[in-house]
């Protein structure tokens, strides 16, 4: 597979920030980076004892936020903004008003099975902009059935891409994750690929190698699905990227607004019972 000049961009400002420079030198990245961005770190370590700006990218919060117990509120997998949500019809959701794509597409073959639990279902998505908390978790208790890797290009995924560029989602590199809450409703969380993600890590799935020269597809359905208790870290961007979300008819209700800024653990929707 020829590799996009986004990719290889990608690889080499990924080497730049996987880098572990002197301190001195490290320390005035990675200070030049947060004020730069205008970070919040005031949830994070400072910026001087990360070892890169990667490190810096992916860091971790120092103490556990907030999250609710109930067994059917859906919190934010992650700091980012609502670009877009609604109904999925026709087999179409929107990665921006106006800017329709086809879900099939987005899942792949191998998911061709479910598409008919999604008509009339609910999408959502989540970008992360690079100031935000980089690492994603799960929105609710759910049980992972399979994985598909596909490689792809990797364009921005701002505001100008989403509203002029069609498809940008299906064309990127993703990870698809097939999943199913306590109450047998199946739903999948997509990993979207950026500009300058070096990499998508899932934490449970060790040959997901994403951006990589010679990215092969992988797909892998789970005999024993992986149990994720809501809130559970499962990986980070290594940047800013994409989370969207497809659910099946009657399973979710979303509560955001349009643009609205959210942060992970935040009670943003409901899970339908039956």
């Known amino acids: 597979m020829k590799q996009h000049y986004s990719s ?137 059935l399979s994985l598909l890797y596909i490689p792809g290009k990797l364009y921005p995924v701002n505001m100008p891409l989403l509203n002029n560029k069609a498809n940008l989602y299906i064309e990127n590199e993703r990870v698809v994750l097939k999943v199913k809450d306590r109450f047998n409703h199946i739903h999948f969380i997509i990993l979207v690929g950026a500009l300058n993600v070096g990499k998508m890590v899932v934490t449970f799935e060790e040959k997901v190698d994403t951006n990589t020269k010679d990215a092969n597809l992988f797909y892998k359905e789970y005999k024993n699905p992986i149990k994720l208790s809501k809130a559970e870290m499962f990986g980070w961007f290594k940047m800013g990227s994409t989370i969207v979300i497809l659910s099946q008819k009657d399973s979710i209700k979303w509560n955001v607004k349009l643009m609205e800024h959210v942060k992970f653990s935040e009670v943003i929707g409901e899970l339908n019972e039956h």
Do not use: W
């Open 8 to 144: 290889i961009v990608s690889q080499v400002f990924g080497k730049f920030a996987n880098k572990e420079f002197k301190p001195k030198i490290q320390n005035i990245i990675n200070k030049s980076y947060v004020k730069l961005m205008g970070l919040d770190m005031h949830e994070f370590k400072k910026p001087n004892e990360y070892k890169s700006l990667n490190a810096l990218f992916t860091r971790e919060l120092q103490k556990p936020r907030y999250i609710d117990k109930s067994t059917t509120s859906v919190i934010s997998p992650c700091d980012s903004k609502i670009v877009d949500f609604g109904k999925i019809t026709d087999n179409k959701a929107y990665q921006i008003k106006g800017m329709s794509y086809n879900i099939a597409k987005l899942l792949g073959v191998q998911n061709l099975d479910s598409i008919q639990l999604l008509n009339g279902g609910e999408y959502i998505n989540f970008y992360l902009s690079p100031t935000d908390y980089h690492r994603y978790h799960t929105p609710f208790d759910i049980e992972v």
